[in-house]
């Protein structure tokens, strides 16, 4: 018996299980709720699938309902979750129903909204309902109450809400609301049979409400609308009461508030009082609109009450400029007729105002509407003096608009601007003419025109010969081909274009060649309550040589060109951004710099470049840069690692010759001007040794010097370089000296101070610690035969041969100096890199003199004598070598002669030597 009991228990649940997981009765469920609306509604009806059961409820897929083969609705899915037990009971009860994926039309919804309720719903004409997307429809149903929420996209302006119905003697909304366009609108009361309902708006942006209203769109309307009504009557015809007000807005981008009492009935629309506040200038009167007929109809009637202070005005305008004084004589509207065929006048009058201390007279602007639709326009004002003319018409009585105006502006003076728009450039100047005209007929209008400048300056930087041709068309402003001439600079085939949007400006494929480089752009301005925007910048190929040329800084010999891009965010208040800079090979005073780069950084109008590098010389250069864009200001800090000395020399100066080795490593730090540029730099470069290289016509001497101290070259321990530089040459610094290895017999140290211009020239002050029995033995003694190049080049082994020679053969008499004489060494080095001038040589303070030298080789006759003998016996060598080289006989049996090759050759050098030596000693 338990088992039997246990069975009935399994056998239980697998049902309960089965009936809440299977799917149950879809067939029949799908075929009568078809032909329950097939039959009622006489509506055709096509359902592609059901799943489900009366437990976790009904999922019906693909619907779709037809009248006369026509598609009212489609459904993807349509899930129902009836409400058992009171349909058991016979009530009818759906705990929920959601349709997704919908697609209709508001014609196909209003038509079934006809067959379910068998009333004839219409919504205002004037309403545009070209698009409806249906996100999710859903709700409850239970008896007589029901409850709904949807999430729709109505000519895609979004819209969610939710609503508590009544459905017990007609329709009432229990509670309603539905948020939209930043704001919420509330309503309850009686829908059906008759309407009487009061609704709320609390904030809602009335601009994103021209998805329903396009003349919104139309005249740029923003603003934030609040209102409580009553609304009676008709569905079709509803009678409304209340108010509403309407603030932080503008209309046309003036800034605009109003207020007013509302009253419709009849499609009729009365607003009285208005207030209304436009662009600061306080009117008050009445509007009254008809939109029963085909084509609406408006009377207004708007006016100042009597003249309107720059005081009172500042009142409602604070972004009005402080230096702006006088008065607004009168503000009137009065315009009456349809829409499109208005007849009235308009007018603004201001016979003197005062705008940063410059007379604005005279100003006075009319509108004239005829009957026909034609609208004239006129007016003018002169500004400081300069007029600044409107005139024209606009006729939009005919099928399309047809418009003929011109505007124009003289001699603007720029620097009015800062005072008139307060995020102006403070110190703009120059003067601006400005003509533009509107003419065409529908889509045939065309809006163009030019500004033009001879010159502007800001922050001390001059734009000339500004050309700027402009096309309209529709809410796109389009340069094409604009020029200018920026600091010398031409900026040439400036294209691109202006897009004004109903809160936003778009700049979209602005481009321009730039020194043989071009810089590309776009942008997006949004105004609100403030100025914001994004843009993306893009240079490439900016020849940087011409740019500092412009500069005004040519005799820096810059090459190069420039890379990068930025990416940012702009205000009223600030620009910045993000970006990447990079130069394959930049070249200044001759040294060149490879593989810059750095991420580039905006903020405050100051450009940065944290973190730049570049190769140089085999080395490595670090550091950051910043530009202050207002201030046209620069700074730069970098350091150096790794680079060699020798590259340096040979960049700088090529035709020296000759210099020293060594790797460098220092530090450097610079500021000044862009424009005109200047340069305040200062630095400090060191060494921890190297060796002398080149000097090809100097290198026996050298040789030699090196050789009587058994030297391989002339060394040094380390070096230090301090320096300063600017716009036209580096200074070498008290503190620049070259050391000596320690123990060195020819030198102990080498300092300088002094200049080397960048176009060449030098002044160079050198002081050093040299051993005085060198200078005077080998300067005595072997220079002469070294500065016998000429002949000695002809001889087996050429100079340095000899040179060698006569080295080893003075080596070992150097050690008869005994102790070294170190004695101060004092020159100038003038002229320029390819031609330098070396003199006034001093030692000891006292003006070189050769017969002291000689008197000074005397205490040294064995290391003279011997150094005499190993020139002439090497000399002898190298002349019987060459002898028996040219003639194929021994030097001895050449010399029978007396004019034989090898007492040529024999002349030939002596004569060499001599000219040498006589150099030496300024005989």
Same mark, same amino acid.
């Given at each position: 018996?338990?088992?039997?009991?246990?069975?009935?228990?399994?056998?239980?649940?697998?049902?309960?299980?089965?009936?809440?997981?299977?799917?149950?009765?879809?067939?029949?469920?799908?075929?009568?709720?078809?032909?329950?609306?097939?039959?009622?509604?006489?509506?055709?009806?096509?359902?592609?699938?059901?799943?489900?059961?009366?437990?976790?409820?009904?999922?019906?897929?693909?619907?779709?309902?037809?009248?006369?083969?026509?598609?009212?609705?489609?459904?993807?899915?349509?899930?129902?979750?009836?409400?058992?037990?009171?349909?058991?009971?016979?009530?009818?009860?759906?705990?929920?129903?959601?349709?997704?994926?919908?697609?209709?039309?508001?014609?196909?919804?209003?038509?079934?909204?006809?067959?379910?309720?068998?009333?004839?719903?219409?919504?205002?004409?004037?309403?545009?309902?070209?698009?409806?997307?249906?996100?999710?429809?859903?709700?409850?149903?239970?008896?007589?109450?029901?409850?709904?929420?949807?999430?729709?996209?109505?000519?895609?302006?979004?819209?969610?809400?939710?609503?508590?119905?009544?459905?017990?003697?007609?329709?009432?909304?229990?509670?309603?609301?539905?948020?939209?366009?930043?704001?919420?609108?509330?309503?309850?009361?009686?829908?059906?049979?008759?309407?009487?309902?009061?609704?709320?708006?609390?904030?809602?942006?009335?601009?994103?409400?021209?998805?329903?209203?396009?003349?919104?769109?139309?005249?740029?309307?923003?603003?934030?609308?609040?209102?409580?009504?009553?609304?009676?009557?008709?569905?079709?015809?509803?009678?409304? @009461? *209340?108010?509403?007000?309407?603030?932080? =807005?503008? /209309?046309? %981008?003036?800034?605009?508030?109003?207020? $007013?009492? &509302? +009253?419709?009935?009849?499609?009729?629309?009365?607003?009285?009082?208005?207030?209304?506040?436009?662009?600061?200038?306080?009117?008050?009167?009445?509007?009254?609109?008809?939109?029963?007929?085909?084509?609406?109809?408006?009377?207004?009637?708007?006016?100042?009450?009597?003249?309107?202070?720059?005081?009172?005005?500042?009142?409602?305008?604070?972004?009005?400029?402080?230096?702006?004084?006088?008065?607004?004589?009168?503000?009137?509207?009065?315009?009456?007729?349809?829409?499109?065929?208005?007849?009235?006048?308009?007018?603004?009058?201001?016979?003197?105002?005062?705008?940063?201390?410059?007379?604005?007279?005279?100003?006075?602007?009319?509108?004239?509407?005829?009957?026909?639709?034609?609208?004239?326009?006129?007016?003018?004002?002169?500004? @400081? *003096?300069?007029?600044?003319?409107?005139? =024209?018409? /606009?006729? %939009?009585?005919?099928?399309?608009?047809? $418009?003929? &105006? +011109?505007?124009?502006?003289?001699?603007?003076?720029?620097?009015?601007?800062?005072?008139?728009?307060?995020?102006?450039?403070?110190?703009?100047?120059?003067?601006?003419?400005?003509?533009?005209?509107?003419?065409?007929?529908?889509?045939?209008?065309?809006?163009?025109?030019?500004?033009?400048?001879?010159?502007?300056?800001?922050?001390?930087?001059?734009?000339?010969?500004?050309?700027?041709?402009?096309?309209?068309?529709?809410?796109?402003?389009?340069?094409?081909?604009?020029?200018?001439?920026?600091?010398?600079?031409?900026?040439?085939?400036?294209?691109?274009?202006?897009?004004?949007?109903?809160?936003?400006?778009?700049?979209?494929?602005?481009?321009?060649?730039?020194?043989?480089?071009?810089?590309?752009?776009?942008?997006?301005?949004?105004? *609100?309550?403030?100025?914001?925007?994004?843009?993306?910048?893009?240079?490439?190929?900016?020849?940087?040589?011409?740019?500092?040329?412009?500069?005004?800084?040519?005799?820096?010999?810059?090459?190069?060109?420039?890379?990068?891009?930025?990416?940012?965010?702009?205000?009223?208040?600030?620009?910045?951004?993000?970006?990447?800079?990079?130069?394959?090979?930049?070249?200044?005073?001759?040294?060149?710099?490879?593989?810059?780069?750095?991420?580039?950084?905006?903020?405050?109008?100051?450009?940065?470049?944290?973190?730049?590098?570049?190769?140089?010389?085999?080395?490595?250069?670090?550091?950051?840069?910043?530009?202050?864009?207002?201030?046209?200001?620069?700074?730069?800090?970098?350091?150096?690692?790794?680079?060699?000395?020798?590259?340096?020399?040979?960049?700088?100066?090529?035709?020296?010759?000759?210099?020293?080795?060594?790797?460098?490593?220092?530090?450097?730090?610079?500021?000044?001007?862009?424009?005109?540029?200047?340069?305040?730099?200062?630095?400090?470069?060191?060494?921890?040794?190297?060796?002398?290289?080149?000097?090809?016509?100097?290198?026996?001497?050298?040789?030699?010097?090196?050789?009587?101290?058994?030297?391989?070259?002339?060394?040094?321990?380390?070096?230090?370089?301090?320096?300063?530089?600017?716009?036209?040459?580096?200074?070498?610094?008290?503190?620049?000296?070259?050391?000596?290895?320690?123990?060195?017999?020819?030198?102990?140290?080498?300092?300088?101070?002094?200049?080397?211009?960048?176009?060449?020239?030098?002044?160079?002050?050198?002081?050093?610690?040299?051993?005085?029995?060198?200078?005077?033995?080998?300067?005595?003694?072997?220079?002469?035969?070294?500065?016998?190049?000429?002949?000695?080049?002809?001889?087996?082994?050429?100079?340095?041969?000899?040179?060698?020679?006569?080295?080893?053969?003075?080596?070992?008499?150097?050690?008869?100096?005994?102790?070294?004489?170190?004695?101060?060494?004092?020159?100038?080095?003038?002229?320029?890199?390819?031609?330098?001038?070396?003199?006034?040589?001093?030692?000891?303070?006292?003006?070189?003199?050769?017969?002291?030298?000689?008197?000074?080789?005397?205490?040294?006759?064995?290391?003279?004598?011997?150094?005499?003998?190993?020139?002439?016996?090497?000399?002898?060598?190298?002349?019987?070598?060459?002898?028996?080289?040219?003639?194929?006989?021994?030097?001895?049996?050449?010399?029978?002669?007396?004019?034989?090759?090898?007492?040529?050759?024999?002349?030939?050098?002596?004569?060499?030597?001599?000219?040498?030596?006589?150099?030496?000693?300024?005989?």
């Amino acid at each position: 018996m338990k088992k039997f009991f246990i069975g009935i228990a399994v056998l239980l649940a697998a049902a309960i299980v089965a009936v809440c997981t299977l799917d149950v009765g879809t067939g029949w469920i799908a075929q009568k709720g078809a032909e329950y609306v097939a039959n009622t509604y006489n509506l055709g009806v096509s359902i592609g699938g059901a799943q489900g059961n009366p437990v976790k409820g009904y999922t019906f897929n693909d619907i779709e309902l037809t009248r006369d083969g026509t598609s009212l609705i489609k459904a993807g899915k349509i899930f129902v979750d009836p409400a058992l037990l009171k349909l058991i009971t016979g009530n009818v009860a759906l705990d929920w129903v959601e349709l997704g994926d919908i697609k209709s039309t508001i014609p196909h919804l209003l038509q079934l909204a006809e067959i379910f309720t068998g009333r004839k719903v219409t919504l205002p004409s004037a309403v545009p309902l070209n698009d409806l997307q249906l996100h999710s429809v859903g709700g409850t149903l239970d008896g007589d109450e029901a409850e709904a929420a949807f999430d729709i996209a109505l000519n895609g302006l979004p819209m969610k809400g939710s609503f508590k119905l009544s459905l017990a003697s007609g329709l009432t909304i229990d509670k309603g609301s539905v948020q939209t366009a930043d704001g919420t609108i509330s309503v309850s009361g009686g829908v059906a049979p008759a309407l009487n309902l009061k609704a709320a708006v609390d904030k809602v942006q009335i601009g994103d409400l021209a998805a329903l209203v396009p003349q919104l769109e139309s005249f740029l309307v923003k603003g934030r609308v609040t209102a409580d009504m009553t609304v009676t009557g008709e569905p079709d015809n509803p009678a409304v @009461a *209340g108010t509403v007000s309407f603030d932080d =807005g503008s /209309v046309m %981008a003036f800034p605009v508030s109003a207020s $007013a009492t &509302v +009253a419709m009935k009849d499609m009729k629309i009365n607003l009285v009082p208005l207030a209304v506040n436009a662009i600061g200038i306080p009117t008050k009167g009445e509007v009254f609109a008809d939109l029963g007929g085909k084509t609406p109809s408006i009377k207004v009637n708007m006016n100042t009450d009597g003249p309107v202070t720059a005081e009172t005005l500042r009142k409602n305008l604070p972004s009005l400029p402080a230096e702006l004084s006088g008065q607004v004589d009168a503000v009137t509207v009065a315009l009456e007729g349809p829409v499109n065929a208005l007849k009235g006048n308009a007018q603004v009058k201001a016979d003197k105002l005062t705008l940063g201390g410059a007379s604005v007279t005279d100003t006075l602007f009319k509108a004239a509407f005829n009957s026909q639709g034609l609208i004239t326009v006129s007016g003018g004002s002169n500004i @400081a *003096g300069n007029p600044a003319t409107l005139k =024209g018409t /606009v006729n %939009a009585g005919g099928k399309d608009v047809a $418009a003929d &105006v +011109a505007f124009s502006v003289k001699d603007f003076d720029l620097a009015m601007l800062p005072k008139i728009v307060p995020s102006a450039p403070a110190n703009i100047k120059g003067k601006v003419n400005a003509a533009f005209t509107v003419k065409g007929k529908g889509s045939a209008i065309a809006a163009g025109g030019k500004i033009d400048s001879q010159r502007v300056s800001l922050n001390d930087m001059n734009i000339d010969k500004v050309n700027v041709p402009v096309a309209f068309q529709g809410s796109t402003v389009t340069f094409k081909n604009a020029s200018l001439v920026f600091m010398e600079l031409p900026v040439t085939k400036v294209n691109g274009s202006i897009t004004m949007g109903s809160d936003n400006l778009a700049f979209k494929e602005m481009s321009a060649a730039v020194a043989n480089g071009t810089i590309k752009m776009d942008s997006v301005l949004k105004f *609100g309550k403030n100025l914001n925007g994004t843009y993306d910048l893009k240079l490439n190929g900016i020849d940087l040589g011409s740019v500092m040329n412009t500069f005004g800084a040519a005799s820096l010999g810059a090459s190069g060109k420039l890379s990068g891009g930025l990416k940012g965010e702009l205000s009223d208040t600030d620009i910045t951004g993000d970006g990447s800079l990079s130069i394959p090979v930049f070249s200044l005073t001759g040294l060149k710099f490879e593989q810059i780069k750095s991420s580039v950084k905006l903020s405050k109008m100051v450009a940065s470049l944290p973190d730049f590098s570049s190769k140089f010389a085999g080395g490595t250069i670090d550091g950051n840069a910043s530009m202050d864009i207002n201030k046209m200001t620069y700074a730069i800090g970098a350091s150096l690692k790794g680079s060699q000395l020798k590259t340096i020399i040979d960049q700088m100066a090529p035709a020296l010759g000759g210099g020293l080795t060594g790797t460098l490593t220092g530090e450097y730090k610079a500021s000044g001007k862009l424009s005109p540029f200047t340069l305040d730099g200062e630095g400090s470069v060191s060494s921890a040794g190297g060796r002398m290289y080149g000097f090809k016509e100097y290198q026996s001497i050298i040789n030699t010097i090196a050789a009587l101290h058994g030297n391989k070259g002339i060394a040094y321990a380390n070096a230090k370089i301090p320096f300063a530089n600017d716009i036209e040459k580096l200074t070498l610094r008290d503190g620049t000296v070259i050391n000596a290895e320690k123990g060195d017999g020819i030198y102990q140290y080498i300092k300088a101070n002094g200049t080397f211009a960048y176009a060449g020239n030098l002044n160079i002050n050198v002081d050093g610690s040299i051993n005085a029995m060198l200078v005077n033995t080998a300067a005595s003694t072997l220079s002469g035969a070294m500065a016998a190049g000429g002949a000695a080049a002809l001889l087996t082994g050429g100079a340095g041969g000899i040179a060698g020679l006569i080295g080893g053969g003075i080596a070992g008499a150097s050690k008869s100096w005994g102790v070294n004489d170190f004695r101060n060494l004092t020159f100038h080095i003038g002229g320029t890199v390819d031609d330098p001038k070396i003199g006034s040589f001093k030692v000891n303070g006292k003006t070189w003199d050769a017969k002291e030298a000689q008197q000074e080789n005397a205490k040294v006759t064995d290391v003279k004598d011997q150094a005499k003998n190993a020139v002439e016996k090497a000399k002898e060598d190298a002349v019987n070598k060459l002898t028996e080289k040219l003639t194929g006989k021994s030097g001895a049996e050449s010399g029978s002669s007396k004019n034989s090759v090898r007492d040529q050759l024999n002349d030939a050098l002596n004569k060499e030597l001599e000219k040498g030596l006589n150099s030496l000693f300024g005989k």
